[in-house]
């Protein structure tokens, strides 16, 4: 397992955008955004494997969400545009050494991170 740490949780309007980011302690092979908001189960947000060539997101994250990473750096980004309230969650870094395509199945994760708080609102 690895650390993770993610940063960049924030309070804003609706439309507006954010990027989350989520520092790695070591080597990572397939890494992902999940959320969960309040009352609701943990979700898959986006999912991208080591080298970048592969991602996936969910329906609706899919055209306003983009996931990225910087090996170098080992960190991991989720840049969020067009915000709705529906947006408001915890969300979570999720990393696994596993070697498969980009997934959002939870179960494939074996390290996660605190997460941080996103608010939208109207």
């Known amino acids: 397992q690895v650390q993770l740490v993610e940063s960049g949780g924030d309070s804003v309007q609706a439309g507006g955008s954010l990027i989350l980011s989520c520092q790695a302690s070591?080597?990572?092979?397939?890494m992902a955004w999940f959320r969960q908001a309040p009352g609701k189960a943990r979700e898959g947000v986006a999912a991208?494997?080591?080298?970048?060539?592969?991602?996936t997101y969910s329906a609706a994250a899919e055209g306003r969400f983009t996931i990225s990473r910087d090996i170098d750096k080992n960190k991991l980004y989720l840049r969020m545009n067009s915000l709705t309230p529906e947006d408001t969650a915890r969300y979570y870094c999720?990393?696994?050494?596993?070697?498969?395509?980009?997934?959002?199945?939870?179960?494939?994760?074996?390290?996660w991170g605190q997460g941080t708080e996103v608010t939208v609102s109207t």
């Open positions: 070591g080597f990572t092979n397939l």
């Open positions: 991208i494997v080591r080298n970048g060539g592969s991602t």
């Open positions: 999720a990393a696994s050494n596993q070697y498969v395509g980009a997934s959002l199945t939870s179960g494939l994760y074996n390290s």
